[in-house]
């Protein structure tokens, strides 16, 4: 897992300087300023509308800033087919083919530019599917599986690119709990492994469980950045200290 | 005995017995519609594919252009087709003038956009929902287009058959293109036309009862299409 790409290639360090983010000339994101290192849990936080997913989009490459820039380790902007290939996202609401569950994750599998020492394709959509415990619905078809399924399905087709960084968007919040603590568990174990994991939710105790650094956002700007052992207890900023409040 | 009735008599006394002629038009006009359904196909799912996955100036345009050339009139395109295709026009050279290939190419204008307009529609149905996961992917547009035809095919599939059920059933561009000559470029519709002129309508009558069977079963197989489709996919 995470085996280590070329240094030119390499993401980590991804620093946003200075990035903004505007639609139809309504400001969304402005003076993003922050660093993801490399074996780093980052929750993003904040209010409805605060800005999380986009900054997660735009960390992801899926965005281009309007202002400022957000880039490698070597100052390239994230935004390319190249670097795309070492980071994965997860989305709130899985997308799948109309496929087996095998096949939703040998498609990802297929788009990945495989290094030699990697197994071929089709052992590594298995091998991934093994690793979120669906090895035995393979050939079921990935859309009429539960949610928390499919949601696992994703993580597997995200886990088979190899990826330096995991974007997770509100991962479990359209899941039960149950489900909801089978993805906490892989994306522990992926961090684990070396995985550099960025996520965003709305959900204090999760991000309580799986943080090693919390960025709050307030407003489409950054209110602080905190190590989550000090966050929960004692936040750097007013906005932080309402948002704990309001949500403990 | 009235003369309906003693057309339908005379209608079911031809498909039962398979009388040749009968056999000889619904044949050709089964190969000239779904010759112009596989190239319309090919040509409109491309086209609708292009049009959902990438975004251009003029796209709007090009959008409302589409669905307005669904319901270009037969008549105009038999027309336009005859202008073209005849001595004096800019393709008469090639001789294709009262030829069953004058018909599919008559047809093709006709449906292809039917089937332009309305894969586009599906496909960026889809391509609203993959989208950001094929941009994640890394996956280019070209690729992600052609996983979306694979992923919609069904749907795709029966929009092809929508329109081999406009092709089979239209008339007027192919009694322009087609000269509704016997044996050689007598379809169906063109010759329910003619008979009914004639007073043949036995002929007429089972061609008719032949042509909404056809149309029937393309809606039935379209239907159970889907359904298959969302009982083993979802």
């Not at chain 2, 992923?151 to 058959?161: E, K, N, P, Q």
Request: charged share 15%; aromatic share 4%.
């Amino acid at each position: 897992m995470a085996s280590q790409p070329p240094a030119a290639l390499r993401l980590l360090p991804v620093r946003a300087e200075n990035a903004a983010v505007a639609f139809a000339g309504k400001s969304i994101l402005r003076g993003i300023d922050l660093e993801i290192t490399k074996n780093t849990r980052t929750v993003i936080m904040g209010s409805n509308g605060a800005g999380k997913s986009t900054l997660l989009r735009l960390l992801h490459g899926l965005l281009l800033p309007t202002a400022g820039r957000v880039v490698n380790a070597v100052g390239e902007p994230v935004a390319t087919q190249v670097l795309r290939q070492h980071d994965a996202m997860l989305f709130q609401r899985p997308v799948m083919l109309r496929a087996s569950a095998l096949d939703n994750v040998l498609y990802a599998a297929k788009h990945q530019v495989r290094g030699i020492t990697m197994p071929p394709p089709h052992v590594s959509a298995l091998n991934a599917l093994q690793s979120v415990g669906l090895a035995e619905l393979a050939n079921r078809p990935a859309r009429v599986l539960s949610g928390g399924e499919q949601q696992r399905v994703a993580f597997a087709r995200a886990l088979v690119r190899d990826p330096e960084i995991l974007y997770l968007d509100e991962p479990t919040a359209s899941l039960d709990p149950q489900s909801a603590r089978q993805i906490e568990t892989l994306i522990s174990t992926a961090a684990g492994r070396g995985v550099t994991i960025v996520m965003t939710t709305h959900n204090l105790a999760q991000a309580k469980r799986l943080a090693s650094q919390i960025i709050l956002l307030n407003d489409g700007a950054i209110a602080e950045i905190t190590p989550a052992t000090q966050f929960f207890i004692q936040p750097r900023s007013a906005a932080g200290r309402a948002f704990v409040e309001g949500e403990s | 005995m009235n003369p309906f009735f003693a057309a339908l008599a005379g209608a079911v006394d031809l498909i039962t017995h398979a009388d040749q002629k009968l056999v000889d038009i619904i044949s050709l006009s089964l190969k000239v519609s779904a010759t112009a359904v596989v190239i319309a196909s090919v040509l409109g799912l491309a086209i609708g594919a292009i049009v959902s996955v990438t975004r251009f100036t003029g796209r709007g345009m090009v959008i409302a252009a589409l669905n307005a050339t669904m319901g270009l009139p037969p008549v105009v395109i038999g027309l336009v087709v005859y202008l073209l295709l005849s001595r004096a026009g800019p393709l008469g050279h090639y001789g294709l003038l009262f030829t069953p290939p004058a018909m599919v190419i008559a047809q093709v204008i006709l449906i292809t956009p039917i089937i332009a307009a309305l894969s586009r529609q599906i496909l960026e149905d889809a391509w609203r929902e993959y989208q950001d996961q094929f941009a994640s992917l890394g996956i280019k547009n070209a690729s992600a287009a052609a996983t979306l035809i694979w992923d919609c095919r069904f749907s795709l599939v029966t929009i092809a058959l929508a329109g081999l059920g406009r092709a089979c059933a239209e008339v007027g561009a192919v009694m322009i293109v087609g000269g509704n000559i016997d044996g050689v470029t007598r379809t169906m519709t063109t010759a329910i036309a003619l008979e009914t002129t004639k007073g043949d309508l036995p002929l007429a009558l089972s061609l008719g009862i032949v042509l909404v069977a056809i149309v029937l079963a393309i809606n039935i197989v379209a239907q159970w299409l889907k359904s298959f489709a969302e009982r083993r996919y979802g």
